[in-house]
């Protein structure tokens, strides 16, 4: 899990028995999560512009799942292809990007700018799903190394 907050979503992702779940953020929100949720998930501090850490993990991970992060990054770039690399062959990054929102700091918010940035980090293995007014959902399947 990326940006994952103050850790809420943990309960639910133990619902799959994953053997293991990795929830990354920020100091803040990691440290009230880690002790919320103590021994369901391990935590790690991450700065998502630069990735330091996260880039350790290669070919690790079968799921990613990322919602409403992307938009707040200066550059993108480096935390999705930072994720790309983590994936297993087979795994899926699974995410959303709200539109048209006006808070600050927010970069990505237009729908052509979305579609063409995941694309463009993604590949052709970056499938858009459920599109809504406020919201672009997407997948992305690691077929080859």
Do not use: W
């Not at 350790?56 to 799942?65: A, C, G, N, R, S």
């Not at 970056?126 to 997407?138: A, E, H, M, S």
């Amino acid at each position: 899990m990326a940006a994952c907050g103050y850790g809420y979503e943990i309960p639910i992702y133990q619902e799959g028995k994953p053997s293991e779940i990795l929830a990354v953020d920020k100091a803040e929100p990691i440290k009230y999560a880690s002790k919320e949720f103590k021994g369901q998930a391990k935590f790690l501090t991450e700065d998502l512009e630069t990735c330091k850490k996260l880039s350790k993990y290669t070919d690790q991970f079968d799921l990613i799942v990322s919602f409403e992060t992307i938009e707040h990054l200066l550059h993108p770039e480096i935390y999705l292809e930072t994720a790309k690399n983590a994936l297993k062959v087979g795994g899926f990054f699974i995410g959303s990007v709200p539109l048209n929102v006006t808070a600050d700091p927010v970069v990505y918010t237009e729908e052509g700018q979305v579609r063409e940035l995941l694309t463009k980090y993604l590949g052709a293995n970056v499938t858009f799903g459920l599109q809504l007014d406020t919201f672009v959902l997407f997948e992305y399947t690691k077929e080859t190394q």
